[in-house]
């Protein structure tokens, strides 16, 4: 009754067929089936008449997780109800793709990271090994470098990326990061950059100390 995997997003095509107790076609389309899904989602669907009391339904889900479709008449199941199956992730988009940006401050001229979480449209994790993902550093002047290249940690099992950047000057920064020349979804972000440079201890009379 449906394809043994489906795609998030993408409507997809369930077929049954209306038949009296000797398996003969009922093609007046008088019978109320109830088509209903459990997982991923609870939902209801109308299926509509095709001919020689065949009906389909388009469903589509946007969770990748396992689904179960139920066709029913009089609250019974049909013949091979529920359709279960799997739903896959969607393709890794920029609109669900996640930068989740360092603590602020950073100090300047040391390197600081940054992590994108790579996901479908519908917010699905992915398992990409690889992505054409760019990240630009601007200072506060403007001035705008390329950020080190964003990778997937040895490891990790692929889906998180790690992108890191150097600050040399202080002030508001902003760091842009693309995918497929889009901006994933948290991007850009601000760092705020401070000075690097450490304070001294200043000895004074009279047991006073003062941190500079």
Request: hydrophobic share 45%.
């Given at each position: 009754?449906?394809?043994?995997?489906?795609?998030?997003?993408?409507?997809?095509?369930?077929?049954?067929?209306?038949?009296?107790?000797?398996?003969?076609?009922?093609?007046?389309?008088?019978?109320?089936?109830?088509?209903?899904?459990?997982?991923?989602?609870?939902?209801?669907?109308?299926?509509?008449?095709?001919?020689?009391?065949?009906?389909?339904?388009?469903?589509?889900?946007?969770?990748?997780?396992?689904?179960?479709?139920?066709?029913?008449?009089?609250?019974?199941?049909?013949?091979?109800?529920?359709?279960?199956?799997?739903?896959?992730?969607?393709?890794?988009?920029?609109?669900?793709?996640?930068?989740?940006?360092?603590?602020?401050?950073?100090?300047?001229?040391?390197?600081?990271?940054?992590?994108?979480?790579?996901?479908?449209?519908?917010?699905?994790?992915?398992?990409?090994?690889?992505?054409?993902?760019?990240?630009?550093?601007?200072?506060?002047?403007?001035?705008?470098?390329?950020?080190?290249?964003?990778?997937?940690?040895?490891?990790?099992?692929?889906?998180?990326?790690?992108?890191?950047?150097?600050?040399?000057?202080?002030?508001?920064?902003?760091?842009d990061v693309l995918l497929s020349l889009s901006h994933c979804a948290?991007?850009?972000?601000?760092?705020?950059?401070?000075?690097?440079?450490?304070?001294?201890?200043?000895?004074?009379?009279?047991?006073?100390?003062?941190?500079?």
């Amino acid at each position: 009754m449906a394809p043994p995997q489906l795609t998030a997003g993408v409507p997809a095509r369930f077929v049954f067929t209306s038949r009296d107790a000797f398996g003969n076609p009922r093609s007046n389309f008088s019978d109320a089936f109830s088509v209903t899904s459990t997982a991923p989602t609870p939902l209801s669907f109308t299926p509509s008449p095709l001919g020689n009391g065949s009906y389909e339904v388009f469903a589509a889900f946007t969770r990748s997780a396992a689904f179960s479709l139920a066709v029913t008449l009089a609250a019974a199941p049909i013949a091979a109800s529920p359709a279960v199956g799997a739903v896959a992730t969607a393709p890794t988009s920029p609109l669900g793709t996640v930068v989740i940006p360092p603590p602020s401050p950073v100090t300047s001229g040391r390197v600081f990271a940054f992590t994108v979480s790579a996901r479908d449209e519908f917010g699905n994790a992915r398992t990409d090994a690889a992505l054409p993902l760019v990240a630009i550093l601007t200072s506060p002047s403007g001035a705008q470098v390329a950020a080190a290249a964003i990778t997937a940690p040895a490891g990790s099992g692929g889906g998180v990326f790690v992108g890191t950047a150097t600050t040399v000057t202080t002030g508001l920064h902003t760091v842009d990061v693309l995918l497929s020349l889009s901006h994933c979804a948290g991007s850009p972000f601000a760092v705020n950059s401070r000075s690097g440079k450490g304070g001294g201890l200043l000895e004074r009379g009279g047991g006073l100390r003062r941190w500079l």
